[in-house]
């Protein structure tokens, strides 16, 4: 698996339109990795198994994600 | 009948090759395969030839049954569901969907028989555990992940490991 992504996702993806900057990580995801975190899964699941701010609520919406950052 | 050791890779390998076909045979008497341990397989060709080794058969050839182990059938059955749902799963960020997907629910659905098959899941995955902490949750409605570990899953794996070894099932 090339990236941090999978080939299959993004098919219109070609060579020469990305560059490979990172080997595929399953330790963090693109959330975390935009608030400068590559150790945490961020994901504010009400199981609690993500990473996500104190304070936020574990809601999947809109504002809770613009909330924690 | 011809018998042959695989690792279990292979063996999956070969499932996942067969698809529909029915084939692939596991004679591992009380030897838990997600323990490393090779398993026999016994593959009967539907022509009967004396082929050395099964797995160079066309696949399609290949008629045979499942003489398992119940342990070794929870395995494989468990192995396939793994397949399957980090194909579904695809480059998913969020945890819920990743969860809620039928494959991982399946695995879930097997109850307590799936909390050692996920710990040694856990181990083989080493330095890279995937997610498997909302199905051991699930399953045991334990926690032992500390709330300031939530999110990093080596931390996590390592809790759930250790609880696992500390506690069994």
Redesign the interface.
Known sequence: MAG???P??HPYLTEDTFNITSDC???Y????WAAGDN?????P????????PVGIPRI?SMDAFVQAY | MILHSYSPKQVLDAMAFQKAEYCLCVAAAGTPPAQGNDIVLACYPSDWVDEPDPMAFSLNEIQSEIIADKKTQRWLKFQQLVKQWKDER??R????QA?TLQPYQKIIGMGDDAVPLIISQLRSEGE????W??AL??ITLH?PVK?ED?????K?AQAWILWYENNGW
Do not use: L
């Not at chain 1, 995801?29 to 975390?32: F, K, L, M, R, V």
């Not at chain 1, 150790?39 to 994901?43: D, T």
């Not at chain 1, 699941?45 to 996500?52: H, L, P, Q, S």
């Not at chain 2, 890279?128 to 997610?131: A, I, R, S, V």
């Open positions: 941090s992504w999978r299959q996702d990580d399953p330790i995801n693109c959330i975390a150790q945490n899964w961020w994901w699941d009400d199981m609690e198994i993500g990473y996500w999947e | 695809g480059s960020s969020s945890i819920t969860a890279k555990p995937d997610q902490f909302w949750k699930a926690d709330p939530r999110g990093n899953f080596r996590m």
